[in-house]
């Protein structure tokens, strides 16, 4: 299979731990971007990287959330000192920007239950 | 900022017939995508179609195809000969293709869909 993966798809955990979540993209995709998805809501952006560099961030991702993607291939989103609030299931999309074109396309996600 | 609104949580439709959902969005930058993407229960989400906001022909993928009317801000999905498996929750997602603007996906709340044998 050859789309985008994340692991682990599962993840509960108790209130003021640190999560880290992984993503893999399509092979060669340049693009990386991260979503958060709550019940009965669509995707808000989290934060996206070109390559190895981190582009933007939303204003929704707090002090406790960092994201890396070190080579420019797989990358991490941690969260450190879990809330309650943050329970939501955590989507990584990669694209190949190339002459101002893209599509994202979707990984299964991480669904994160903080306790 | 651009927003994007569907405004039918649920809809349903009988197996073989055609549904459309609707879509407005809010902008006012002149160079974007639209997309809508598929989200089956408990599975991941998929592109179902995209459509250039500078293309004037209307995309089409098979038995799904859109009505993108850009004056109105209007990009509604419609599914014909619909399946059991088209049964999701289906969403409506802008992109802002103008230099230096924000390249991420700004979605709506969703429709779910259900299809009825």
Excluded at chain 1, 47 to 72: I, M, W
Excluded at chain 2, 1 to 22: D, G, I, R, W, Y
Aim: hydrophobic residues 30%.
């Amino acid at each position: 299979d050859t789309g985008v993966s994340q692991n682990p798809r599962h993840k509960i955990t108790k209130r003021g731990q640190n999560v880290t979540f992984r993503c893999d993209p399509i092979s060669e995709h340049n693009r990386l971007y991260w979503y958060r998805q709550t019940l009965g809501q669509g995707p808000e952006f989290l934060t996206y990287f070109q390559n190895e560099a981190q582009l933007e961030k939303s204003r929704l991702l707090s002090d406790r959330f960092s994201a890396e993607r070190p080579k420019g291939s797989f990358s991490t989103l941690e969260i450190q000192r879990t809330e309650q609030g943050d329970s939501a299931m955590y989507l990584c999309a990669s694209s190949l920007f190339y002459r101002g074109q893209e599509t994202q396309y979707f990984g299964p996600g991480t669904r994160l239950l903080v306790l | 900022a651009q927003t994007v609104t569907q405004s039918q949580p649920e809809m349903s439709v009988q197996e073989a017939e055609t549904v459309t959902l609707s879509c407005t969005y809010d902008t006012s930058e002149n160079n974007y995508y639209l997309f809508w993407y598929k989200q089956p229960p408990s599975r991941q989400m998929i592109l179902v179609i995209r459509q250039e906001a500078y293309k004037q022909q209307n995309a089409t993928e098979n038995r799904f195809s859109v009505n993108f009317q850009k004056a109105a801000k209007s990009f509604s999905l419609k599914i014909s000969d619909s399946q059991l498996g088209d049964t999701a929750m289906y969403f409506c997602a802008f992109m802002d293709r103008t230099q230096g603007g924000s390249e991420k996906l700004v979605f709506g709340k969703g429709t779910k869909l259900t299809v009825n044998p």
